[in-house]
């Protein structure tokens, strides 16, 4: 099911930045297979609070709809079996430190002996070359050092960072529309190569309007809380009874805007005639329209604000936007059974094909959970396997 369906995957990866490139990849259809290390598999196991039965909520959130084996590849013959099963895959990414499986000899020069075809994906902090390449990556610092934060959060404060990590979770989708795009050339020339994309191009790749700017004017600018940097008003702004965001910035837009407030005149004043004046006179503008909004609720400003065309939403919780009738139209939250979580919800698939639709089918898999029945798919013999495991080069659950 799906456009990948087919396509065999084998992620080498924890946490955050590659298990999202395996769970799309997954959910479009892949059969992607999740190689945990021996012992302790992905390090989101011992995240474990919160947990549901024993399991931790954020290794469910990240590894749907794969399944699961465990090998110590710091054991020969567990290297030997994941070379084998390379010569059977598709894709394989991991998001070790680089060098790290070099040394354990499976890494992409090996590999691409191994099997030419295979699309081979490192997702690391800084990138394969350069001079930050041997350092490993985390998204706190990404966040730092690829200029997100010194945009982030309100002037004169302290540097604050996303709320999400948006490094791991923006390298994941690089990286998954790198394999993507690797996979169509093999497609036309039966040639695998190696993707590489990282935690601290996926921040800088961020900072589109903020690099324009510097590039433009030379000004690097800091941060500017909810409003918009190129144009105004466009932000978040407090009602009577809480906060909701508006988006008056285009002309026509702002002059919907200036008269659903009660304020023609503003239309007029020489302050905010065009974008570039409201920019100019930004702390004025939001002064004015925070007076207005105050006299009304979010929901009676929505209600007014709607009709008009002018684009407004109230500012969600997380329990809100996942209990959100849209939301919910839109399959962003499904239900999944799991062996020992049971019934249980996730976020769903953000891309919807009319042809050939993905699905979130499977929950994540119990550590081992699939080891026999996936090397058995790759040709291993039952003595095999079993060798494997009495040797602890692989575990079974």
């Known amino acids: 099911m799906g456009p990948l369906a087919g396509v065999k995957v084998l992620e080498l990866a924890q946490i955050m930045a590659g298990p999202t490139c395996g769970m799309l990849l997954a959910d479009l259809g892949a059969d992607v297979i999740k190689v945990e290390r021996i012992p302790g598999g992905d390090d989101t196991r011992s995240m474990d609070r919160p947990s549901v039965n024993g399991e931790s909520a954020a290794f469910m959130a990240m590894n749907r709809n794969k399944r699961g084996i465990a090998l110590n590849l710091k054991l020969p013959a567990a290297q030997e079996a994941l070379k084998r099963m390379v010569a059977k895959a598709d894709v394989l990414t991991e998001n070790y430190r680089k060098g790290t499986l070099e040394k354990l000899g499976v890494g992409y020069e090996t590999l691409n ?15 394969r070359t350069g001079p ?15 200029g997100l934060m010194a945009t982030t959060g309100e002037p004169g404060r302290p540097p604050v960072k996303v709320g999400s990590p948006v490094c791991d979770i923006n390298g994941g989708m690089l990286a998954a529309l790198g394999v993507v795009s690797a996979y169509v050339h093999r497609l036309k020339t039966g040639v695998g190569q190696m993707v590489d994309t990282s935690l601290f191009e996926a921040g800088i790749q961020q900072t589109y309007w903020h690099a324009a700017i510097l590039f433009a004017t030379g000004e690097s600018l800091g941060p500017s809380g909810s409003a918009h940097i190129l144009s ?10 809480g906060w909701l965001t508006i988006g008056g910035a285009n002309q026509p837009n702002w002059q919907r805007l200036a008269r659903v407030l009660g304020a023609p005149e503003w239309i007029e004043d020489a302050r905010f005639l065009t974008n570039t004046h409201r920019m100019q006179h930004l702390d004025a503008l939001a002064a004015l329209m925070n007076d207005k909004l105050a006299t009304k609720t979010v929901a009676e400003w929505i209600a007014l604000l709607e009709p008009a065309g002018v684009p407004c939403g109230p500012i969600n919780s997380i329990a809100q936007v996942l209990e959100d009738p849209h939301a919910l139209a839109r399959d962003m939250v499904v239900e999944l059974d799991h062996p020992k979580a049971g019934r249980t919800r996730a976020i769903g698939l953000p891309i919807k094909l009319s042809a050939t639709p993905g699905k979130v089918l499977r929950p994540a898999p119990l550590y081992g959970q699939h080891t026999r029945e996936v090397l058995d798919e790759f040709g291993f013999s039952a003595n095999e396997i079993e060798s494997l495991v009495r040797s602890g080069a692989a575990l079974a659950a």
């Open 232 to 241: 105004a008003p466009y932000q978040a702004f407090k009602a009577k009874d």
């Open 132 to 146: 930050y390449a041997d350092k490993g990556g985390y998204d706190l610092v990404a966040q730092g050092m690829s």
């Open 113 to 127: 002996k191994i099997n030419p075809a295979l699309i081979y994906c490192s997702i690391s902090g800084y990138g």
